[in-house]
């Protein structure tokens, strides 16, 4: 028998790769499914290769770089973020959109810059340098100095001078800084928008005889829009872009909205293209558990000297590079499949994302008497936790959900021996907001299976809360834990133990308006295992086997689901 997700992607239209004219190529969005919000990228000619970082807020490691030659084949290179000393105060960030905002990426003599604010305790600017980008280990030591508000941008002018633009109190601001040093310049306010709110993500380019200062505004939510000025002077006068915004879905009825916090680039073949934000929420901007993703649209240069963006929509055209594979590194995919098996001397794919810093004697590959599996530690506090106690880490371990319909698995091994002994999956946004399956003590001697929700995000129905017996003979081997996303809406939960794991049973379902907005709005859905004691003592530990996620389909407009790539 067919399977529901099969039925439905045969029943829907299918969007292909299709040539259409010999300099353009049909292609969709998202460009980065799943949580990759606030978009920088920058092209490197000397590897032709274009390279894109996305923020991450108080997940871990964080400032992903992904690489491509042909914008169609992604691989993640490296994590900026990947060692507690580079930033030692994110565990104190209680904050659930605090962290890691916008960053900017830019190549410049033989470097890489990675240029971010990092809302923790204060603010502080944030300078990381590479020079082998594939190397994770290359990323420095941040050079820290006094940002301005967030989303900084690193410009160097023709003299070499390095410039900083970022957006505070609701200005567009410039100033000098010495890369040695870390000292900040003289500030001076520069074009702060078309009239919109919060002013923000600035970036400054120098092309011809112009500089052009490219813009957020409108806020991040359905006004959201990039806008443009450009001036002969570095610092001004600015004359607006004839026709701002340059990059916006507000006021339209179509599925990506909120489109804005662009980017600007050229590809090995000179075209230029934006990369911005959007969630694909429609106007009701209701439902959208993967939050803030990244697309991508052609841009071209007028006559007059304007740059002119193609409007964002699930299928494009343009004219994408040829496909090439060749040269990079052989990294993970951006939409690779995972079949995790947690072998001995292996370790935790760099893809996967923790809750702030983990406690990494939480998460043993391939203990004694336990091969293949991942041994889980409960922390004291659950996935909810204790904003008071930043210090105390989750046992959480999670990936982006990055395809509209997928299904995802894990084989958990785990029998409570305290009332409050928890392990099992989790549809995660964050502390606030999360829908788990576990097993758990039931009465007595009993195990039972508890699907829970915390927050209520954008939902208004009633909650789904179900407890279900453990059979007898599931006790004495691994349970598998699954969850499924059947609908661009609804997310099941399964569970199958005993001899055939292959045959699943519903526990229940939930809407996924619940990991949607609320106390989530800037991050997007994470799903993964987890285990907790719920303040008790430590006492009883969890192996995670065979985890498994597929992507099945992905929605591109109101009624378009085309099948994973």
């Known amino acids: ?3 529901p997700v099969a039925s439905l992607l045969l029943g829907l239209s299918t969007v292909g790769t299709l040539c259409h004219t010999a300099d353009t190529t049909s292609y969709t969005n998202p460009l980065f499914p799943g949580w990759h919000s606030d978009p920088s990228c920058t092209y490197v000619s000397e590897q032709e290769t274009i390279f894109c970082v996305t923020s991450t807020f108080i997940a871990f490691p964080g400032l992903p770089v992904y690489a491509s030659k042909d914008l169609q084949n992604w691989e993640l290179a490296s994590n900026v973020f990947n060692r507690r000393s580079q930033i030692p105060t994110l565990s ?31 603010t502080i600017g944030l300078v990381f340098t590479s020079s082998d980008i594939y190397n994770e280990t290359a990323w420095s030591e941040p050079l820290e100095f006094p940002v301005k508000g967030i989303d900084p941008d690193i410009f160097w002018d023709d003299d070499g001078t390095v410039y900083v633009t970022s957006a505070d109190d609701e200005r567009i601001q410039h100033y000098s800084l010495d890369l040695e040093t870390g000292e900040r310049g003289p500030i001076v306010d520069l074009w702060n928008g078309t009239g919109g709110v919060h002013p923000e993500g600035p970036h400054l380019y120098r092309k011809d005889s112009y500089y052009y200062l490219l813009i957020a505004e409108g806020g991040t939510e359905l006004n959201h829009a990039a806008t443009m000025a450009r001036s002969k002077s570095r610092t001004g006068p600015w004359e607006p872009h004839p026709s701002n915004p340059v990059l916006t879905n507000r006021n339209t009825t179509q599925y990506f909205q909120t489109v804005g916090h ?9 075209h230029w293209w934006a990369v911005a934000l959007s969630t694909r929420s429609g106007p009701d901007w209701k439902n959208y558990p993967m939050g803030r993703e990244t697309i991508l649209a052609p841009i071209t240069w007028e006559q007059d ?17 040829s496909e090439n594979n060749e040269g990079l590194n052989g990294n993970r995919r951006i939409n690779e499949p995972d079949h995790v098996t947690f072998e001995p001397g292996s370790s935790i794919p760099s893809h996967f994302l923790f809750w702030r810093y983990p406690n990494p004697d939480h998460f043993t590959i391939s203990p004694p008497n336990h091969p293949n599996s ?15 106690h930043p210090n105390d880490s989750i046992t959480l371990l999670t990936r982006r959900q990055t395809d509209t319909l997928f299904t995802y698995s894990a084989d958990i091994a785990f029998i409570p021996q305290a009332p409050n002994d928890e392990a099992g999956v989790t549809v995660f946004l964050t502390q606030h907001q999360h829908i788990d399956l576990s097993l758990v003590s039931g009465n007595g001697s009993s195990l039972a299976f508890r699907l829970r929700v915390e927050g209520r995000g954008n939902y208004e129905g009633e909650l789904p809360y179900k407890v ?15 969850i499924r996303a059947v609908s661009d809406s609804q997310y099941e939960f399964s569970v199958a133990g005993g001899d055939d794991l292959s045959q699943s049973v519903a526990v229940g379902c939930a809407d996924s308006q619940i990991v949607s907005g609320d106390t989530g709005r800037f991050t997007g859905t994470l799903i993964g295992v987890y285990a907790t004691t719920n303040g008790g003592p430590v006492s009883t530990e969890a192996y995670i086997s065979n985890w498994k996620y597929e992507g099945q389909g992905q929605k591109i407009d109101n009624s378009t689901i085309i099948p994973s790539q």
């Open 1 to 3: 028998m067919r399977s």
């Open 92 to 122: 104190e960030t209680t904050d659930q959109q605090g962290g890691i905002y916008a960053p900017a990426l830019r190549y410049h003599d033989g470097r890489f810059y990675l240029i971010v604010s990092f809302l923790g305790p204060e």
């Open 262 to 270: 662009a980017d600007l680039f050229q590809d090995p073949n000179g």
């Open 305 to 321: 000297g304007w740059p002119i963006a193609q409007p964002v929509r699930g299928q494009m055209e343009g004219a994408l590079p």
């Open 374 to 388: 991942l041994r889980l530690t409960p922390s004291h506090y659950n996935l909810t936790g204790d904003a008071s």
């Open 468 to 482: 279900v017996p453990v059979p007898a003979a599931w006790r004495s081997g691994p349970i598998r834990f699954g």
